[in-house]
């Protein structure tokens, strides 16, 4: 617990301030988030082992965002090799914590703000994509450490 948590934590759930950022500042608005404990990772590796090492989440620790809390997010997404990054953490979501997860890809140069009402609204002059897992039924078939995830039910994910 930080007073950099508190403060935040209290203006979006007391004051009802709409909450938002770029980069980093998007990175740790969802529920879970993307960690980076131990360094970045490609899509490549993230999906050729969804428990590479440097794949570290934290989940339900520092910011309370009800509209959020089954939420990752992943910026610099016009990076394409982010696109398979999001897909895995959302398996992880899934595997690790029973979630049915939905995630938030922003390009650079671009914000999305979430209002009280739960409302995302988006700035700036990039792209957002917004992912949702189909349903509890559509978990990955294989997400394990040392295998690549298999989450292809068809084209149904």
Not at 1 to 29: F, H, M, W
Not at 77 to 93: E, H, W
Not at 129 to 151: M, R, Y
């Amino acid at each position: 617990d930080t007073k950099v948590e508190a403060a935040i934590n209290y203006l979006r759930n007391v004051k009802q301030i709409p909450i938002g950022g770029t980069s980093a500042g998007c990175a740790i608005l969802g529920g879970t988030y993307f960690s980076a404990l131990y360094g970045t990772l490609t899509s490549t590796e993230s999906l050729a082992n969804p428990y590479n090492r440097y794949l570290t989440l934290g989940h339900n620790d520092f910011l309370s965002q009800p509209y959020l809390s089954n939420v990752i997010t992943d910026t610099h997404f016009n990076n394409p090799d982010r696109r398979g990054r999001l897909i895995t953490f959302l398996a992880r979501m899934n595997q690790d914590y029973g979630v049915v997860g939905r995630g938030i890809g922003v390009d650079e140069s671009t914000a999305v703000c979430i209002e009280s009402g739960g409302t995302g609204r988006v700035f700036g002059s990039g792209t957002t994509f917004f992912l949702s897992q189909n349903g509890l039924a559509s978990k990955p078939e294989t997400c394990v450490n040392g295998s690549p995830l298999d989450w292809y039910r068809n084209r149904q994910a």
